[in-house]
């Protein structure tokens, strides 16, 4: 069974967000809210980040943690 995904809609003069290692402060400020409260949203995904070699000290997220984000939340 192919998986459908939903293409993001960007408005005029809009870029999408670059797929790349980002501190835990960063991707808060991009979806303007703060740090602690990002963390309680990302533990929720806490065993599959486990998986990614994610711990919860870690500060800085790898691309590919920040894609499994970006997928789970949504793109800022």
Do not use: D
Request: aromatic residues 18%; glycine residues 4%.
């Amino acid at each position: 069974m192919k998986e459908t995904r939903l293409q993001p809609i960007y408005f005029e003069g809009e870029q999408p967000v670059k797929i790349k290692a980002y501190y835990k402060y960063e991707l808060a400020a991009l979806y303007n809210i703060c740090t602690k409260t990002f963390s309680s949203w990302i533990h929720i995904y806490l065993e599959e980040l486990e998986q990614f070699g994610y711990k919860k000290r870690t500060k800085l997220l790898r691309p590919e943690v920040v894609r499994f984000l970006f997928e789970r939340l949504g793109e800022p």
